[in-house]
T-cell receptor, first 115, second 111 residues
Framework: DTEVTQTPKHLVMGMTNKKSLKCEQH?????MYWYKQKAKKPPELMFV???????INESVPSRFSPECPNSSLLNLHLHALQPEDSALYLC??????????????FGEGSRLTVL | SQELEQSPQSLIVQEGKNLTINCTSS?????LYWYKQKYGEGLIFLMM?????EEKSHEKITAKLDEKKQQSSLHITASQPSHAGIYLC???????????FGTGTRLKVLA
């Protein structure tokens, strides 16, 4: 059983919709990550939060807006997405001690389809 | 920026056969991680290597790190259908949380 929980598992949205992806972990990890994965490609880093502060934004378009309300929760707010944004969105967490991540613990992902 | 290249891209083997997957970094490796992903699911951590020459094993999977060559290999002995999936190497850099993944190797094991 994964200790990183992502909801929803599947999401279908129109280009004018506003929706959110949610991620939760209760392992006391201080670093949390969002990755985007297209079919037959490796995960691509989008955002990293360390100690609840945004530490990495990999030049992600502003239609993706991350939020870290507390050390256990990570959200990804979606607005005015394009069909090419359809992908598997993966959340991960790590101990995040000393500025190094260590191994990542992944959720099962949220499959997003933009119509 | 650092890139991780894996070879082969895909592999189909008969059950019981041994196989090796390689991961080569474009920059110095400080930590190398191996993950397995089932299709459409999250990644599962397998092993972490941090020192040159380090070798770790778990069940039938052995990983090695050649720091000088900026390369790691993952070897599966006597493969089983349960080994099927996508294998990804990952790397991070000291002082940052920038964690990247290799190009991936898709493994099929025929029963």
């Amino acid at each position: 059983d994964t200790e990183v929980t992502q909801t929803p598992k599947h999401l279908v949205m129109g280009m004018t919709n506003k929706k959110s992806l949610k991620c939760e972990q209760h392992m006391g990890h201080r670093a949390m990550y969002w990755y985007k994965q297209k079919a037959k490609k490796p995960p691509e880093l989008m955002f990293v939060y360390s100690y609840e502060k945004l530490s990495i934004n990999e030049s992600v378009p502003s239609r993706f807006s991350p939020e870290c309300p507390n050390s256990s929760l990570l959200n990804l707010h979606l607005h005015a997405l394009q069909p090419e944004d359809s992908a598997l969105y993966l959340c991960a967490s790590s101990h995040g001690q000393g500025g190094q991540g260590g191994e990542l613990f992944f959720g099962e992902g949220s499959r997003l389809t933009v119509l | 920026s650092q890139e991780l290249e894996q070879s082969p891209q895909s592999l189909i083997v008969q059950e019981g056969k041994n196989l090796t997957i390689n991961c080569t970094s474009s920059k110095t490796l400080y930590g190398l991680y191996w993950y397995k992903q089932k299709y459409g699911e999250g990644l599962i951590f397998l092993m972490m290597l941090q020192k040159g020459g380090e070798e770790k094993s778990h069940e039938k999977i052995t990983a090695k790190l050649d720091e000088k060559k900026q390369q790691s290999s993952l070897h599966i002995t006597a493969s089983q259908p349960s080994h099927a999936g996508i294998y990804l190497c990952g790397a991070d850099n000291p002082g940052t949380y920038k964690y990247i993944f290799g190009t991936g190797t898709r493994l099929k094991v025929l029963a």
